[in-house]
T-cell receptor
Framework: DQQVKQNSPSLSVQEGRISILNCDYT??????FLWYKKYPAEGPTFLIS?????DKNEDGRFTVFLNKSAKHLSLHIVPSQPGDSAVYFCAASPIHGSSNTGKLIFGQGTTLQVKP | DGGITQSPKYLFRKEGQNVTLSCEQNLNHDAMYWYRQDPGQGLRLIYYSQIVNDFQKGDIAEGYSVSREKKESFPLTVTSAQKNPTAFYLC??????????FGEGSRLTVL
């Protein structure tokens, strides 16, 4: 059972436009969400996170939106740059309570291509 | 420079052989993790350890073993019991509950 889903395997956008990557989750115990970026043959690198007490977190060109009622989060990149071309993984974790182990549940990833 | 080092980066193994992937971190993180990535799938957790001399199975632990004798080191052994070991393996570390920092990965190919 896939608890974190990224239903779009790939996305292609023009340089300078907005990229929107989507992620859905099913477990209502998740209250901390992260986005990781991964280049081929490298490990993922942390990009941005959001806790469930917020509905938006912004860091430069990257903004993550969280809709708890819909169990949906999205990553907006604006303006998109060719260097943003990578695989983006969303991940979720319960960070509060004794069940917290620090381990993350990852989505399948979305490959973003930003065309010059 | 603080970070996570995985070795080897590429590894080939014959069927029936065990192989050990190394993971070392100098970030002073308590927790370490092993994930596996397959094409079209997210990262799946194999094993994790929150403290020295203790580790727990993740979602796909069958055919793998780990040890955590030192805080800095969390080697993963892919045993001959693992039915489909060809994959990209990622080691990560974190403060417990914090964001994960990943190594660059090890690609294992079984011939």
């Amino acid at each position: 059972d896939q608890q974190v889903k990224q239903n779009s395997p790939s996305l292609s956008v023009q340089e300078g436009r907005i990229s929107i990557l989507n992620c859905d989750y099913t477990n209502s115990m998740f209250d901390y969400f992260l986005w990781y970026k991964k280049y081929p043959a490298e490990g993922p690198t942390f990009l941005i996170s959001i806790s469930s007490i917020k509905d938006k977190n912004e860091d430069g060109r990257f903004t993550v939106f969280l809709n708890k009622s819909a169990k949906h989060l999205s990553l907006h990149i604006v303006p998109s740059q060719p260097g943003d071309s990578a695989v983006y993984f969303c991940a979720a974790s319960p960070i509060h309570g004794s069940s917290n182990t620090g381990k993350l549940i990852f989505g399948q990833g979305t490959t973003l291509q930003v065309k010059p | 420079d603080g970070g996570i080092t995985q070795s080897p980066k590429y590894l080939f193994r014959k069927e029936g052989q065990n192989v050990t992937l190394s993971c070392e971190q100098n970030l002073n993180h308590d927790a370490m993790y092993w994930y596996r990535q397959d094409p079209g799938q997210g990262l799946r957790l194999i094993y994790y350890s929150q403290i020295v001399n203790d580790f727990q199975k993740g979602d796909i632990a069958e055919g793998y073993s780990v040890s955590r004798e030192k805080k800095e080191s969390f080697p993963l052994t892919v045993t001959s019991a693992q039915k489909n070991p060809t994959a990209f393996y990622l080691c990560a570390s974190s403060m417990v509950g914090g964001e994960l920092f990943f190594g660059e990965g090890s690609r294992l190919t079984v011939l």
